[in-house]
C-alpha cells in the first residue's frame, strides 16, 4: 500500500499539541503515516498559536522556510491550521499564495478532501457550536502521559485574549466518551491523563460538571494519576477541591492564572476577580487540600499599569508564594478589547518587570522546592534525564521536576524517591 507522509509542526499550548494528535489521528484514518522530517513529508501542517505575537510570527515564517522544500518536491502539500489560519487568512491568501490548505481550529475533519482531489488552496475557518471531534481516536506520540481534550472555546472574554474570537463558544464533550478514551489511554499503556481545556472547570454537559467528570476519570480503573488545566479562578468550587482531596489519583497541583495582582489592572483585564477574590480562592485551596502546589500564569505591562500596580503584582507573589510560573509580557492582539488601549508601557518597563517577576518566581519555587528536602516524594518516571541519560527525570503529583540520580526505574514506573537537593526549578534524589 501507497502510504502518505505527513510532518506536523506544532506551535502554543497543550491544547495545540492535543490537536495536533487529534490532526495525527485524522490522518492516519487515510492511510498516512508520520515522519520526524519535513524533508520526507509530501504533507506538511503546522498548527499554529496567536495568543502572543512572537508565537504567530514564527509559525508563519516557517511556512516561508518549507515554500523551498515545494521547489524539490512540487507536489508537496502545505497547511496552515490552528488560530493564525482562524484569524489571518485572508493575509495568507493574498501573500503566502504557495500555501494550499488553511484550517482553523473547529475544521480538521475537512482534511482528508486533500486525498479527493479538492480545489487549492482549501479554506476552510469556519467556527462551529457543536464540533468536539467526538469519535476521532488521537494518533499520540507521547510516552507516559495521555492528553485529553475535554472542552473546547472560551466564553471568558478576557480583554487582552484572542482565543475566544480564534476558537470560538464553549462547548464540551460528553462524560463518558471522556472516559472511555481515559479507558483506552490505559489500556495502551498510558499512566497519567490530563484534562485540558480553556476553562476545564467550567465544563459542562448534559447535568454533570466538572467535579463529576473528575470522579468518572478517577475511576477508571489503573489511571495512576490525573492532572488538569487551567482551571479559572471563579469557577473553583467546594465540591471540585473535595473531589480532588478525596480521590488519591487526582493531583494535587492546581494552576490558577493571576495575570496581575493589582484589582484595578484585573477589572481591565475583565478578569472577573479582584485581588482579595483570588487570595481567598488560594486559602480555600490550601484548606481543601494540605500539600497542594499552586502555578500560576503572570501577565506584565497591561495598558495602564503603573509600578504601583506592578507592585500588587509582586505582593500577591509573596503572598501565596506559587511554587511555579508562566510569566509574560503583555502583547497586543488586534481585534481584542485590551488592542484599542494604548500600549503605553514601554518595552523596557515590560521586560524590566518580567525579568522582577522571574526572579521572585525562581526565589519562590526554590523556597517551595527546598521545603521537600529530606522527604520521599511518589515520582513518575517520563523519560531519560536529558543531561546524564544514566539517569532518569520524573514529576511528582505536584508537578515538580525530579532527576533520579541513583535506583533501577523504568519509563512508566511510579517509584519512591528521597529528595536530596533542590537546585534551580528541580529536585534531586534517589530510589528508597
Ligand atoms: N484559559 C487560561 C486562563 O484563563 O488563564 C489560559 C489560556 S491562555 C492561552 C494562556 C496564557 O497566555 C494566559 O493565562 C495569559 O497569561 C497568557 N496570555 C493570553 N493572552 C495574552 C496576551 N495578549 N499577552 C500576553 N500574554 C497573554
Ligand atoms: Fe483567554 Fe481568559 Fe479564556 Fe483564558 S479565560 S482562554 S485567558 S479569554
Redesign the pocket.
Known amino acids: 500500500m501507497d502510504f502518505k507522509k505527513y510532518y506536523i509542526e506544532t506551535y502554543?499550548?497543550q491544547?495545540n499539541e492535543a490537536d495536533s494528535e487529534l490532526i495525527a489521528g485524522i490522518l492516519e484514518g487515510f492511510s498516512c503515516r508520520s515522519v520526524n522530517k519535513p524533508e520526507e513529508a509530501d504533507v506538511i501542517l503546522v498548527n499554529t498559536c496567536t495568543?502572543?505575537e512572537n508565537a504567530e510570527r514564527r509559525a508563519i515564517s516557517r511556512l516561508d522556510q518549507f515554500k523551498s522544500l515545494k521547489k524539490k518536491n512540487p507536489d508537496l502539500i502545505l497547511g496552515l491550521l490552528g488560530c493564525v489560519a482562524q484569524r489571518d487568512r485572508g493575509k495568507i491568501i493574498s501573500e503566502k499564495p504557495f500555501v494550499d490548505l488553511i484550517l482553523g481550529p473547529d475544521s480538521y475533519q475537512h482534511l482528508p478532501e486533500i486525498f479527493n482531489g479538492c480545489k487549492y488552496p482549501l479554506v476552510n475557518v469556519k467556527l462551529s457550536k457543536t464540533e468536539v471531534y467526538e469519535g476521532i481516536t488521537p494518533f499520540r506520540r507521547t510516552k507516559v502521559n495521555a492528553w485529553i481534550s475535554i472542552m473546547r472555546g472560551?466564553d471568558?472574554f478576557?480583554s487582552?485574549?484572542?482565543?475566544p474570537y480564534t476558537r470560538g463558544r464553549e462547548r464540551s464533550r460528553s462524560i463518558e466518551s471522556i472516559a472511555n478514551e481515559a479507558k483506552k489511554a490505559v489500556g495502551d499503556g498510558y499512566k497519567e491523563v490530563t484534562l485540558l481545556g480553556?476553562?476545564v472547570n467550567s465544563y459542562s454537559y448534559e447535568n454533570y460538571k466538572f467535579p463529576d467528570l473528575l470522579e468518572a476519570v478517577s475511576n477508571v480503573k489503573e489511571v495512576q494519576r490525573i492532572r488538569f488545566i487551567?482551571p479559572?479562578p471563579n469557577d473553583i468550587d467546594d465540591r471540585m477541591l473535595e473531589v480532588i482531596r478525596d480521590h488519591q489519583n487526582i493531583c494535587k497541583h492546581i494552576h490558577l492564572?493571576l495575570?496581575a495582582g493589582s484589582s484595578r489592572i484585573l477589572n481591565l483585564m475583565n478578569r472577573g476577580y479582584d485581588q482579595g477574590k483570588y487570595l481567598s480562592v488560594v486559602k480555600k485551596i490550601r484548606t481543601y487540600l494540605s500539600d497542594v502546589a499552586i502555578s500560576t500564569?503572570?501577565?506584565v505591562g497591561f495598558p495602564g499599569e503603573t509600578e504601583e500596580d506592578f507592585l500588587e503584582t509582586l505582593n500577591v507573589m509573596d503572598k501565596v508564594v506559587f511554587d511555579s510560573a508562566?510569566m509574560?509580557?503583555?502583547?497586543?492582539?488586534p481585534g481584542?478589547k485590551?488592542s484599542l488601549m494604548e500600549d503605553d508601557v514601554s518595552e523596557e518597563e515590560k521586560a524590566d518587570r518580567l525579568t522582577r517577576v522571574i526572579e521572585k518566581q525562581r526565589e519562590h519555587t526554590l523556597i517551595r522546592n527546598s521545603a521537600l528536602v529530606g522527604s520521599v516524594q511518589e515520582v513518575l518516571v517520563e523519560d531519560l534525564s536529558k543531561k546524564d541519560p544514566n539517569e532518569k527525570m520524573g514529576r511528582t503529583g505536584t508537578n515538580k521536576v525530579v532527576i533520579i540520580k541513583k535506583g533501577d526505574a523504568e519509563i512508566g514506573d511510579l517509584v519512591k524517591v528521597k529528595i536530596e537537593k533542590a537546585v534551580g526549578v528541580s529536585l534531586f534524589g534517589e530510589i528508597v
Open positions: 502554543g499550548c491544547m495568543v502572543r472560551c471568558k478576557c487582552y485574549c484572542i482565543v480553556q476553562n487551567s479559572h492564572p495575570q500564569d503572570i501577565i508562566f509574560f509580557k503583555y502583547s497586543p492582539r481584542t485590551a
